[in-house]
């Protein structure tokens, strides 16, 4: 009798922890996908909690898709909290081969992110791996999370990624300066050239343990433009003008015009730049009727331009662009609202931009599309989170003294750019 109930205890273990069906799976998947399309998050929470369970690499798949075919930021990071924090072995296993070998780039990125926030060991090993790959979103999640966990195996490759990106054409970028910021925090030390990280390397590397207490502050091993003392890092910029109707108080626009000029004026003839100045239009506090319910809007709302740019595309500092971008500039008058998410999504996609630089003096002043109510800083914030999130852009802003220096302060340090208030 005892033997018979310890087999039939057994059978019920075994079938309590057999793996999932492909059909509970996929039916499951599918209740997930129903959640997300309708932003019913608070059952997308609970049915994600209930796909983790299963050790099986459908569910990898289902949290990648999950995370990069909806536009809101709020899939994007329950799918990465619970690859990060949730996964069962085969689960995990599954997670380490995308992070390598995801066709798609955002899901690649993804399963990046997601182990560069796990601590296993095949995470770690994927993380350095990634700082191999071809794509610079990816090698800056991999860059900043390989210096934040002081990873000593990630320092041959990050001295290999170095002399990569310090023979690149396009100049100094804001990769090379993550992976410099990188080194330093795992080793404590920094070099001018490959050639003496090599060196370095080769003499330290074997048994090397990064050294313990504060870490120290990166130098600066080019001469840079600076624009209100915010360095220029990269030679590919895109400066982001506020030139809302607020931005007549004080002179606070033509300030921002005198300082530019000198600025563009500084710039080497290598870089490429582009101004983009931004308002808002509104009609009785709300957008005006006929603006999209989703996508960028467009240049011109009943028939008012509220962004404009002094070119098509970056253009080589060389002296005539830098005449035209002078007089473009100069034309520049205090208008409208602040479409500030709005302005960022057109710098977001200029071809091979590298930073962003955002210059306001208040708070957004946009709206939700559907509805028509003022969205809270908190949601522009998360707005801007998901139109960043596959292109990895650092934005760095300037606060020109109003009252939004609180919303610039948050927008620099989502995207790892710094935040200088001006009063």
């Known amino acids: 009798m005892q033997a018979r109930a310890a087999s039939l205890l057994c059978c019920l273990l075994a079938c309590l922890c057999a793996p999932a069906s492909a059909g509970s799976l996929s039916s499951l998947g599918r209740e997930i996908e129903r959640a997300a399309e309708e932003g019913q998050d608070r059952e997308l929470r609970r049915l994600v909690g209930e796909l983790v369970k299963h050790d099986d690499e459908d569910v990898v798949d289902v949290l990648l898709e999950l995370g990069t075919e909806h536009p809101r930021d709020y899939p994007y990071r329950l799918a990465r909290y619970h690859l990060a924090k949730s996964l069962q072995p085969a689960a995990l296993a599954k997670l380490h081969e995308e992070a390598r070998e995801a066709r798609k780039l955002p899901e690649r990125l993804l399963a990046v992110d997601a182990c560069a926030a796990r601590s296993d060991a095949g995470s770690t090993r994927a993380l350095v791996a990634a700082l191999g790959d071809d794509e610079e979103p990816i090698l800056r999640i991999a860059a900043r999370a390989a210096g934040a966990r002081r990873l000593v195996p990630a320092v041959a490759p990050l001295i ?35 050639i003496e990280w090599r060196s370095f390397w080769a003499a330290r590397g074997e048994g090397f343990v990064p050294p313990s207490g504060e870490r120290k502050e990166l130098r600066a091993t080019r001469i840079r433009p600076r624009f209100f003392g915010s360095e220029v890092i990269s030679n590919r910029v895109v400066f982001v003008i506020d030139v809302s109707g607020s931005m007549r108080y004080s ?163 989502l995207t790892g750019g710094t935040f200088v208030p001006i009063q």
Do not use: C
């Open 160 to 194: 290999e990624l170095y002399a990569r990106l310090s023979e690149d054409e396009r100049g100094p970028s804001v990769l090379e300066r993550d992976v410099q910021a990188a080194l330093l925090a795992i080793t404590g030390e920094q070099f001018r050239s490959a």
């Open 251 to 413: 002179d606070r626009l033509e300030r921002v015009k005198v300082q530019l000029r000198k600025l563009i004026d500084e710039l080497p003839e290598e870089a490429r730049f582009q101004l983009i100045a931004y308002s808002g239009v509104t009609v009785g506090g709300r957008l005006p009727p006929g603006a999209p319910r989703e996508g960028p809007l467009p240049e011109k709302i009943d028939g008012k331009r509220w962004i404009a740019s002094s070119s098509r595309a970056l253009r080589r500092a060389r002296e005539r662009n830098k005449e035209r971008a002078t007089k473009w500039l100069a034309q520049l008058k205090p208008w409208g609202s602040t479409f500030t998410s709005e302005a960022l999504l057109h710098a977001f996609e200029v071809k091979d931009v590298d930073q962003v630089v955002l210059l306001s003096d208040g708070r957004p002043e946009e709206y939700h599309r559907v509805t028509g109510k003022m969205l809270s800083e908190a949601a522009v914030l998360r707005r801007v989170a998901s139109m960043n999130r596959f292109r990895q852009l650092r934005v760095d802003t300037i606060g020109l003294g109003g009252r939004g220096d609180a919303f610039l302060k948050a927008v620099a340090k």
